[in-house]
Structure formats: C-alpha cells, structure tokens
C-alpha cells in the first residue's frame, strides 16, 4: 500500500514563505502531485512532479527527490487568500492517493 | 469551476436507506474518479471508471457501487447507509488514464446520515 506523511498544520503570516514537507512510501511510484482545497471546497490541481527537482510555477513551486521519497510545495509571497488545506498525492499507474493534509493559516 | 457538475449538492437521509449521487466529468474527459473525504479519514480513493469500464479499485465498501454510463456520466449509490457514511463525496475526471494527468474535482455532495 502506500502511506504519506505531511504536517497536519503550518502557520505564517502575510508575505512571507512557508514550506509543507511530504514524505511517502509506496510501490509503483508515477509522480507526487499537489492540491489545494478551501474549506468546504473541491481541491483544485497545483503542481506535478514526476523528475527529481523543482517546478516553478508562480509563487508556488514544488520540489521532488525520488531517492529520498519526499517532497515539498514552496509558498512565497503568502496571501491572505493562501489560507487553505494543502494535500500531497502520490500517483501510481492506476490510483492518486492522497495524504491528510496540511492546514495553512495565513495571518496579517 | 472545473467543468465537472456532481448533483446533489446536499442530501440529508437515514440509516439503511439508498442514495444516488451523480457526476458529469469535463467535456473529453473519459476517467472518472470517485473519492470520500471525512474529517478522520481524509480524502480516500473510492473507485474509478474510464470509458465505461471499471478500471481501478480503492477503499470502496461492498455497500457502495458505481457504474459509468455510455454518455460518460458515473452514478454512486450508497446502501444499505451507515451514520458513518457522511461524508463530502467528491467526482473528479480526467482526459485518460495513464496516471499522469491532472485530475479536476467536482463541487462535491455533502451527505449526512442520520
């Protein structure tokens, strides 16, 4: 099976960067993706990494290490409107497992 | 919006009874994804469809099951319910099903069992 673990929550404030570490354990392993889901909301597709290294994509930038089977997704700049849950998601060939998630408080 | 429609949005019902809930994926999107998330559990893979065919399988119970329509629309049905099936549903769709593509999510169904 497979098994992620992620910090259930960060806090920072408006400005500033924050980091959300993942680290995973599984068999099959295609690529580590990143979704953000407000409250109440549909998670909502962020970054995916499939080669070592790191993906910039505005603000947000994402990080893979296969050999270390982990990750990370890079928040700079934080907005009030950042505050969200951020899930990581390891993709096998057939299924997009997701860990519990990290709650992001953003304050002024 | 994603493009991907789930109806209802809410339902409130009791225990043993059925449910129903439905999923339109993106216009072209021929996978569709169902998943479960509870406050304990998280967001848990159910069960996917591509093209009308069953095509991976996940933490879905015998009392749930799920079919994919030849217009690509997907139907959940949940019986007999248990108190511990509310929960957020969520549908999400995807072009293929090579594992690499983004998966976009629907708004969700909110069920509560009482």
């Known amino acids: 099976g497979q098994s992620l673990e992620q910090p259930s929550e960060v806090t920072a404030v408006e400005g500033a960067i924050v980091q959300i570490n993942c680290t995973y354990q599984t068999s099959g392993f295609y690529g580590l993706s990143w979704y953000q889901q407000h409250d109440g909301g549909a998670p909502t597709f962020l970054s995916y990494?499939?080669?070592?290294g790191l993906e910039e994509t505005g603000r947000f930038s994402s990080f893979l290490s296969r050999s270390d089977s982990y990750g990370y997704l890079l928040l700079q700049e934080l907005q009030m409107k950042d505050s969200a849950s951020y899930f990581c998601?390891?993709?096998?060939?057939?299924?997009?497992?997701f860990g519990k998630g990290t709650m992001l408080l953003v304050s002024p | 919006d994603s493009g991907v429609t789930q109806t209802p949005k809410h339902l409130i019902t009791a225990t043993g009874q059925r449910v129903t809930l439905r999923c339109s994926p993106r216009s072209g999107d021929l996978s569709v994804y169902w998943y479960q998330q509870s406050l304990d559990q998280g967001l848990q893979f159910l069960i996917q469809y591509y093209n009308g065919e069953e095509r991976a399988k996940g933490n879905i119970l015998e009392r749930f099951s799920a079919q994919q329509f030849p217009d690509l629309h997907s139907e959940l049905n949940l019986s007999p319910l248990e108190l511990g099936d509310s929960a957020l549903y969520f549908c999400?769709?995807?072009?293929?099903?090579?594992?690499?593509?983004?998966?976009?999510f629907g708004p969700g169904t909110r069920l509560l069992v009482l």
């Open positions: 998601a390891v993709k096998t060939r057939s299924t997009l497992t």
């Open positions: 999400a769709s995807s072009v293929g099903t090579s594992g690499e593509e983004t998966q976009y």
């Open positions: 990494n499939a080669l070592d």
